[in-house]
């Protein structure tokens, strides 16, 4: 089954300073999401996007976030302005179609260390 | 709303049997488990979308009581590759854009 690749594995950044966090998806899915995991803690939902606009976000997706598919295949999620609570493990999923009947395929993930 | 997972930990010996159980408060369209083990991603492992209905996967099974709103994850005969965190994900109408995940609940199978 093809992956879902990330990059970069390990992300280590100065508070304040830009990130930037990409995934490349499988080519025949649709729908795409990043989610975020603070080591020990749950799978957190930040944003899901379709057909090249953001669907749906949660609270924590907030201004300093954004994501991009900026040559039609790469996903990206940025960070602006890196705080120390951002320190967690992004993952990029994706699904062939709405996640109520469709499995979620996710990437290995980007480890973000905040210092 | 976030679906509740139980029990958080559960430690058994190869080849016993365990239950976690995942419940909303919300009324559920379809409920997914996935699987984690330590510092990889989640694997999706399956979906159940309609109420009554069961899945198998291997040893691994899951049930959805839609009436009740709850889900659980059977596995039979537990291996040492079973360990790992579980998941529940809820989505929501049917047209869900989003899956919520349950806290997880971590499971050690010992030799």
């Known amino acids: 089954e093809p992956e879902v690749t990330q990059t970069p594995s390990h992300q280590v950044t100065q508070m304040g300073q830009e990130v930037i966090l990409r995934c490349v998806p499988i080519?025949?899915?649709?729908?795409f999401y990043w989610y975020r995991q603070i080591l020990g803690q749950k799978v957190e939902f930040l944003v899901s996007?379709?057909?090249?606009?953001?669907?749906?976000k949660s609270e924590i997706f907030d201004d300093q976030f954004s994501v991009e598919r900026p040559d039609g295949s790469n996903f990206t999620l940025k960070i602006r302005s890196t705080k120390l609570e951002d320190s967690a493990m992004y993952f990029c999923?994706?699904?062939?179609?709405?996640?109520?009947?469709?499995?979620?395929?996710f990437g290995n993930g980007t480890r973000l260390t905040v210092t | 709303q976030q679906p509740v997972q139980s029990p958080q930990a559960v430690i058994l010996r190869e080849g016993e049997d365990a239950v976690i159980n995942c419940s909303s408060s919300k009324a559920l369209y379809s409920v997914h488990w996935y699987r984690q083990k330590h510092g990889e991603a989640p694997v999706f492992l399956m979906i159940l979308l309609k109420g009554g209905e069961q899945k198998g996967h291997d040893k691994i099974s899951a049930s959805f009581n839609e009436k009740k709103q709850q889900s659980s994850l059977y596995l039979t005969a537990s291996q040492l590759s079973y360990s790992g965190t579980y998941f529940c994900?809820?989505?929501?109408?049917?047209?869900?854009?989003?899956?919520?995940f349950g806290s997880g609940t971590q499971l050690t199978v010992l030799p």
């Open positions: 080519s025949n899915h649709l729908y």
């Open positions: 999923a994706e699904s062939g179609g709405v996640v109520d009947n469709s499995p979620l395929h």
């Open positions: 994900g809820t989505g929501g109408t049917g047209s869900a854009r989003q899956l919520t």
């Open positions: 996007f379709y057909n090249n606009e953001i669907s749906e």
